[in-house]
């Protein structure tokens, strides 16, 4: 499929992303109808703290709002209700004095749930009713996360695990404490329950799922993505099926794994990489295809358009800065991909003109020079810098000190061959073999 060609598979959305990638100001419902349950919820209030646009951060937290009163997390109501009079003033519509009798309503059926489930649990733990008992721990892990209480959803799902009596169980089990753990950002539990679901299901025939590995892939990459591993994160995102569709969106959107693949695979890809994986992925492909600013920023960098490159990645850094995940990598990745760009830049040539060079890369000739003595420093580039002259010149092998070492190389080969034949043959000759002698 060509680059321009359109996709086929699951209806994930149309293909702008959602208003997700845009030199504009970000569409904040466009982003958020990407979401859903309480990933939707923080993506917004993060949105609101980190955008620095007034209007926009009123947006995403009325959007919030509206979104947490369809569920019970009073806390996170509260929350929201804070930022909200600190923007609007108490007088607002948005206050917490017009919220009591919702809060109390709620935090009362709460009370009255939380009692009725410890009741079943105590008696399914009585008669040593194994399956119950994990339903009662798997109840009461769903409704601490309804409400909010991450870590006591978190305990309460791990202890499922001991009265899991089939492979599906393991599974559904892994994917809650995924879930919760991501929210809690603690990427180390996500990468040990990952392991684990994997490894239960390729023990397992019937649960060969493409949806269930599409999900654990994404759930990898986020974690590597959070420890820096951006190599290992790249990887898991481009083997990502496209049948993860919308059926993941209370973790991530299809369109995030574009995003996120993609950066990643072009800060940590060698050029053959970037082809094998990314460019022919016609899988991963589907996925670039809802982002036509990231496809064409991957196109771009493969087709050493770096002029085009660096203006796709500036009209991307403001709205990649506001997701929850990457904000914090941005800076990192960018630095990593124009590293990769001046590198290939300066491979095929045996000298550069700094003036041409620094006007591909939109900078000084200065600053220019100051990023390649870096990578000359750091050894990622084989050249030196006629500083008067504004020239790179590239340090090639001295070719023909290298073939005359082959020679000699080949020389004490041959020379060793030869003597070991000729003692060979002597030994023959004079018939010096020792025989073992058999017995009769």
């Not at 709620?106 to 009713?129: F, H, M, P, S």
């Not at 995924?178 to 679901?197: D, R, T």
């Not at 996120?260 to 082809?275: I, N, Q, T």
Request: net charge negative.
């Amino acid at each position: 499929m060509d680059w321009e060609e359109g996709v086929d598979g699951n209806d994930v959305g149309n293909a702008n992303g959602g208003g997700v990638m845009s030199s504009e100001q970000m569409d904040v419902e466009a982003y958020a109808s990407l979401y859903s349950g309480r990933t939707k919820i923080m993506r917004l209030m993060f949105i609101a703290d980190r955008c620095g646009n007034e209007s926009m951060g009123l947006e995403a937290l009325r959007m919030a709002y509206h979104e947490v009163k369809k569920g019970d997390n009073t806390a996170l109501l509260k929350d929201v209700l804070h930022k909200l009079e600190t923007n609007l003033g108490p007088s607002s519509q948005f206050s917490l004095a017009n919220e009591h009798d919702w809060i109390d309503a709620v935090e009362r059926r709460a009370q009255l749930r939380k009692e009725k489930l410890d009741n079943e649990l105590n008696g399914y733990k009585t008669n040593l009713i194994k399956e119950s008992i994990r339903m009662g721990y798997n109840d009461f892990g769903d409704f601490f996360y309804a409400h909010g209480m991450l870590g006591e959803a978190f305990k309460n799902y791990v202890r499922t695990r001991d009265y899991c009596t089939t492979s599906k169980h393991i599974i559904q089990m892994c994917l809650n404490v995924i879930l919760v753990s991501i929210e809690m950002g603690q990427f180390m539990h996500v990468s040990s329950y990952v392991s684990k679901a994997e490894q239960t299901q390729t023990q397992t025939p019937d649960l060969q799922d493409a949806l269930l590995l599409a999900k654990l892939k994404c759930a990898a990459g986020l974690a590597h993505l959070h420890a820096s591993k951006y190599k290992l994160a790249a990887r898991k995102f481009v083997e990502t099926s496209f049948e993860l569709g919308n059926n993941y969106t209370e973790v991530i959107a299809p369109q995030d794994v574009a995003t996120y693949g993609a950066l990643c695979a072009l800060a940590s890809f060698d050029r053959s990489e970037l082809k094998n994986k990314v460019i022919d992925n016609s899988n991963f492909r589907n996925f670039l295809e809802l982002v036509p600013e990231v496809r064409e920023l991957v196109h771009d960098f493969y087709s050493s358009r770096y002029a085009s490159c660096l203006e796709y990645l500036q009209n991307l850094k403001s709205n990649l800065k506001l997701d929850i995940h990457l904000h914090a990598h941005v800076e990192t990745l960018y630095d990593q991909i124009r590293h990769k760009a001046l590198i290939q830049y300066t491979n095929p040539f045996i000298s550069v003109d700094l003036h041409t060079m620094a006007n591909a890369f939109k900078t000084s000739v200065g600053g220019l020079e100051k990023e390649l003595e870096a990578l000359i420093m750091d050894d990622q580039i084989q050249a030196r810098i006629d500083s008067h002259n504004k020239i790179l010149y590239a340090r090639h092998a001295d070719q023909r000190n290298m073939t005359f070492q082959r020679v000699l190389q080949t020389g004490v080969e041959f020379d060793r061959d030869v003597r070991a034949m000729l003692l060979r043959a002597n030994i023959l000759r004079h018939d010096f073999i020792v025989k073992h002698s058999r017995k009769t």
